[in-house]
């Protein structure tokens, strides 16, 4: 009769994510306490202004211990120099900095800030042989966060 | 699956009021205290960040930071900063904060069971009791051994009444029934007051039992009615009225004995017949051994004609020997003589030929038995005795073929084992003979050469003089030479002409030993 601790925050959170969202982020489909995709637009005076992303997170049964597998899906992935061209997200807070506090809605802030703060469109430069051989989870890769301006 | 900490200290209070409750429902919880809807859900400032929920066992860090306790555990687990401000935190640094914790207590909460229809509000801290002692919509099962259904406690009073499982006193008997049989008991009660429907009188079921074997009103039939009488009547009419005319009476004596009788004839037969099928297996087994028997000595005669003269000796024999069987036999004994001869020979072509002849000798003796046994048919002397006989005769002489056969393999092994090893032993001599050809076959070639130049340099005249001349000594120092090992190429060249032309006839004629040759 004991909801799982994933399933029973995750609820909460779909019912905060519902009832106000932050701003630019919309909820696609979150059918299930297992993949959900938002939508994420670019913040207005950004260089995304107008822009409309897709996100997907998938949690694992020990969320919110351990972070969410988070990237940009579709056609459209933001060119970012932190971005990269297969939707992997160069972001601490995704990794070795995940906290158990943070939540979908606080990701979805962090990365709007992300890309608010961004001064120019660019992939990042090893872009072309990373997708090459980066596995489906971006979790499994070997992320060295050393830019903090953007 | 994470665990709920939170669940062990609410659990305990929940159990703490000693009543009544049964075993299922104290080992499990019986709630989850992290599920409990509150009245007010939007106080953030009193739920844990980890979980999002009102705190339930507040611990705070030394960073100043509060989580529940069981939240805080596992996040430790995973890392060992704070999940707020990244101070790392030793787990036995955290202290419990009970001012919070009494506010969270004091929270009220739903029942559990609203969706089932309980509407109680209370502290968050009194709903274990509430579960215990007054929620009706909490599950239970119903009381009766058989039953064990699951219903909600608000139900239970009013299953209970109209649970088939549950046990009734029948009113006659005093026994205890279950509600559901007790129609079907009413049936069977012996204390139930039952009419006889003969005679109309009333009395329990268990003395009417007894009655009707005595009811005088009863129909029953004439006691002889297995004899054919069709007399039917009631009891009463038995005895007064109708035995005394009953024309089966007169003949009961005659009738009872027959019956009798009947029966033990009926019985032996059935006897009879249980050992009749027990012996037709038998005798379909004997029967098929038989098949068997005459076929493979058939087999045997057949095998033996084709040698050709055997029947003919066969009978020539059975004269000389006046038709004896032991007579017939004797050729066998003699088959046995020479083929001990022949093993003792060993590897000789001609032994063969004695054991073949020593088969035919044998077979002659099958074929004698065979015609000896024609002949005995004819004068009918016990025909099981000649069987009997024939089939022992059989056997013997099958396994006489055998030791013969086995006999012929060996030898047959043997001479090929002769024969392979001489030709190997020709094999060498050959190429022995082969290599020592070749050896002449150099040397003649060298000699030749030699002499062609000896008469290109020195021409042909006064040669033979010389020759002759150093006839003697020239076997030894041409027969060194070439004991020196591939010493005449590489000598004759420069050094002395004349000497080595001398060489070739004492050579030839000599006829040294092989292992000069050798070059």
């Known amino acids: ?150 | 699956m994470p665990q709920q900490p939170g669940a062990h200290k609410n659990s305990k209070e929940t159990q703490e009021p000693p009543s009544a409750a049964r075993k299922e429902d104290e080992t499990q919880p019986l709630y989850d205290p992290r599920s409990l809807q509150y009245l007010e859900p939007t106080q953030t400032s009193l739920q844990c960040s980890v979980c999002c929920e009102y705190f339930t066992e507040p611990v705070s860090a030394p960073c100043g930071h509060t989580f529940c306790h069981g939240c805080i555990m596992q996040a430790l687990e995973v890392s060992h900063g704070c999940p707020l401000c990244r101070t790392p935190i030793d787990p036995s640094s955290l202290y419990e904060v009970i001012a919070l914790s009494r506010i969270c207590d004091e929270l009220l909460v739903y029942c559990p069971h609203k969706t089932l229809g309980c509407n109680h509000t209370c502290q968050r801290i009194q709903i274990g009791k509430h579960l215990k002692d007054d929620c009706v919509y909490i599950g239970t099962l119903c009381r009766v051994e058989e039953c064990r259904k699951k219903l909600l406690k608000k139900d239970l009073s009013e299953h209970m009444e109209s649970c088939p499982y549950k046990r009734v006193d029948c009113l006659m008997c005093n026994t205890k029934v279950m509600k559901s049989e007790l129609s079907d008991h009413h049936k069977t009660c012996p204390a139930e007051s039952v009419t006889c429907p003969h005679c109309e009188t009333t009395r329990t079921r268990i003395r009417h039992l007894e009655h009707l074997k005595e009811c005088p009103k009863q129909i029953i039939q004439c006691s002889l009615s297995d004899f054919g009488c069709p007399w039917k009547g009631p009891r009463f009419d038995l005895n007064a009225i109708h035995i005394p005319q009953c024309p089966y009476e007169s003949i009961r004596g005659f009738l009872e004995l027959s019956k009798t009788k009947m029966d033990a004839l009926e019985q032996e037969n059935q006897q009879l017949r249980a050992i009749f099928l027990d012996l037709r297996p038998q005798v379909q087994q004997l029967r098929d051994q038989v098949g068997q028997l005459s076929e493979s000595f058939q087999l045997i005669t057949q095998q033996d004609t084709p040698n050709g003269f055997g029947d003919a000796h066969g009978f020539m024999d059975m004269s000389t020997s006046g038709g004896g069987y032991a007579g017939a036999y004797d050729p066998q004994s003699h088959g046995m003589l020479s083929r001990q001869e022949s093993y003792d020979n060993g590897v000789d072509n001609g032994d063969n030929e004695a054991l073949r002849a020593a088969i035919r000798n044998n077979s002659i003796g099958a074929d004698s038995i065979v015609s000896n046994l024609n002949n005995n048919n004819g004068v009918s002397v016990g025909a099981v005795d000649t069987h009997e006989l024939l089939i022992s005769e059989n056997e013997r002489i099958r396994s006489e073929i055998e030791t013969l056969t086995a006999g012929l393999a060996s030898l047959e092994l043997k001479q090929n084992m002769a024969i392979m090893t001489e030709s190997m032993r020709m094999q060498e001599e050959v190429q022995s003979l082969r290599a020592v050809c070749h050896g002449l076959r150099m040397q003649m070639h060298y000699l030749l050469l030699e002499q062609q130049n000896s008469r290109g340099h020195h021409g042909p005249p006064g040669s033979p003089v010389v020759g002759g001349g150093n006839n003697g000594s020239g076997t030894n120092s041409g027969g060194k030479g070439v004991s020196n090992g591939g010493g005449p190429p590489a000598g004759a060249p420069g050094g002395r002409p004349l000497s080595s032309i001398g060489m070739p006839r004492p050579r030839f004629t000599d006829g040294l030993g092989r292992q000069d040759t050798k070059l």
């Not at chain 1, 900095?97 to 990365?111: D, E, K, N, Y």
Request: proline share 9%; aromatic share 10%; hydrophobic share 40%.
């Open chain 1, 1 to 150: 009769m004991a909801k799982p601790m994933f399933a029973r925050r995750l609820s909460k959170e779909l019912k905060d994510l519902a009832m106000n969202p932050p701003a630019g982020v919309d909820i696609i489909d979150a059918n299930d306490f297992k993949v959900w995709k938002l939508g994420l637009a670019g913040a207005p005076g950004t260089l995304y202004e107008g822009e409309k992303f897709q996100l997907e997170f998938n949690f694992g049964p020990n969320y919110p211990l351990e972070s969410p597998q988070v990237l940009f899906v579709g056609d459209n992935v933001p060119i970012h120099p932190h971005i990269y061209s297969n939707g992997h997200i160069c972001l601490d807070v995704l990794y070795n900095h995940w906290s158990p506090v943070q939540t979908v809605a606080s990701i979805c802030l962090s990365l709007q800030s992300m890309l608010s703060s961004c001064t120019s469109k660019e992939r990042p430069p090893d872009n072309a042989n990373y997708i090459k051989t980066a596995r489906a989870n971006p979790k499994h890769t070997a992320w060295a966060f050393h830019d903090d301006t953007v």
